[in-house]
């Protein structure tokens, strides 16, 4: 006997993806996006993201590589212009180089977490964007705050 099987293709339509957990649909995309920064400060103090929510949908796209990359990037630039390699004029807020500098050894540690392959926690990842964006925060010079403990209660995090 000979084998006069035709093969079956599955056709997977839009409608059937929708079911899926990874699909979101773009108005809460588009709503995690807006409220990102809210939705960071929610995060660093433990708010859950239930599922299908904008907030789970920015959970997403904080442990996505990409944003993991936008991040390590963000903490290189920092120590590169507190030690003086930075451009000379600058619009950007002041950096306050000695917490930079007592802080090297951890924000390295915390780049080398952010480029491993293991998953890394969305509540780590806001405390670090909550602490870049923070203008008034220990990063900068005229803020306030430990810049190491805040870097290492978000590296626990990750």
């Known amino acids: 006997m000979s084998d006069t099987s035709i093969p079956v293709t599955l056709n997977i339509s839009p ?3 929708t079911s899926s957990p990874t699909w979101i649909p773009p108005v ?3 709503i995690a996006r807006i409220k990102a920064a809210d939705f960071d ?9 239930p599922a299908g929510s904008a907030l ?3 959970c997403a796209r904080l442990t996505s590589p990409r944003e993991r990359e936008a991040v390590t990037r963000a903490l290189r630039r920092i120590v590169r212009d507190a030690r003086g390699r930075g451009p000379l004029m ?3 807020v002041p950096l306050h ?3 930079i500098a007592a802080a090297e050894d951890l924000i390295d540690d ?3 977490r952010l480029h491993s392959p293991r998953p890394v926690a969305a509540r780590g990842m806001a405390r670090l964007r909550v602490l870049l964006a923070d ?3 220990p990063l900068y010079r005229y803020g306030r705050g430990d810049l190491t403990g805040r870097l290492g209660a978000a590296l626990a995090e990750l």
């Open 15 to 17: 409608v059937a993806t």
């Open 28 to 30: 809460t995309r588009l």
């Open 41 to 49: 400060r929610r995060l660093a103090v433990g708010a859950p993201a």
């Open 56 to 58: 789970a949908a920015h």
């Open 90 to 92: 600058s619009s950007r």
């Open 97 to 99: 180089t000695p917490n």
């Open 110 to 112: 915390i780049t080398l």
């Open 135 to 137: 203008g008034t925060g």
